[in-house]
């Protein structure tokens, strides 16, 4: 009996550091990696978004040329960048998608720098997507060099059907707020020819050559401070 504690002693003097490096490291991996559980469910439910979005560009047809997650030097400063989810160049206008998951009831205009979203009782304000958009539209203009231009770039937010969009009042002709389920005919709605296809190709070229450059992500402050430089 004595031998058997002493053989068992034995291989757990020599097994025992191996284990404890094995569960240092898996609780160091844990750690890394952990989130709370309603962060990963929004980046989950986010990231589900833009894929679908993603699906459908991609599928708009030859005529299109679609990007996705991408970074553009600011309006104000090249030395920042701006992401932009979506953007798809056609010869029939240029679209620059904002894609959003928020459930609940939306509430908010155009004009206004905060909008609400309702879930029951609670009510939660957040900045415009609208406004937000904005610094994705003149990113795209500054690069294309069409500040100076009336172009058909054409400002798209777009929910899930998880939310209700009856309070969004967005006037504007080249705004839009619509549903996922919607864009595709959005979109094709804009069927008249603006640009050849020479000039989308330079279009694309121009894209390609910012996307290509360092992509710093911006911080919020960035995104606020941008945002109010645009206040109307």
């Known amino acids: 009996m004595i031998s058997l504690f002493t053989g068992i002693y034995t291989v757990l003097s020599i097994l025992l550091p191996s284990i404890l490096v094995i569960l240092l490291v898996l609780i160091v991996y844990q750690a890394l990696t952990k989130r709370g559980p309603g962060e990963s469910s929004a980046v989950k439910k986010g990231r589900q978004a833009e894929k679908r979005v993603k699906k459908i560009v991609n599928r708009l047809g030859p005529d299109y040329i679609s990007y996705h997650d991408i970074h553009l030097p600011s309006f104000e400063t090249s030395t920042r960048k701006t992401q932009l989810d979506h953007l798809v160049?056609?010869?029939?206008?240029?679209?620059?998608?904002?894609?959003?998951?928020?459930?609940?009831?939306?509430?908010?205009?155009?004009?206004?720098?905060?909008?609400?979203?309702?879930?029951?009782?609670?009510?939660?304000?957040?900045?415009?997507?609208?406004?937000?958009?904005?610094?994705?539209?003149?990113?795209?203009?500054?690069?294309?060099?069409?500040?100076?231009?009336?172009?058909?770039?054409?400002?798209?937010?777009?929910?899930?059907?998880?939310?209700?969009?009856?309070?969004?009042?967005?006037?504007?002709?080249?705004?839009?707020?619509?549903y996922i389920s919607k864009l595709k005919r959005m979109i094709k709605s804009m069927d008249r020819e603006i640009w050849n296809h020479e000039e989308i190709k330079t279009f694309s070229q121009q894209i390609d050559a910012s996307i290509n450059k360092a992509q710093p992500q911006p911080t919020l402050d960035d995104l606020y401070e941008e945002a109010m430089r645009i206040k109307s």
């Open 89 to 178: 160049l056609s010869k029939f206008g240029i679209f620059v998608i904002e894609t959003k998951n928020y459930g609940g009831e939306i509430k908010g205009d155009s004009t206004k720098h905060y909008w609400q979203q309702k879930i029951g009782n609670r009510i939660h304000s957040f900045f415009s997507p609208v406004k937000q958009n904005q610094l994705h539209v003149n990113a795209v203009k500054n690069t294309l060099n069409l500040n100076q231009l009336d172009a058909p770039i054409f400002s798209v937010i777009v929910y899930s059907e998880r939310a209700s969009l009856r309070h969004v009042r967005v006037p504007e002709y080249n705004i839009s707020v619509t």
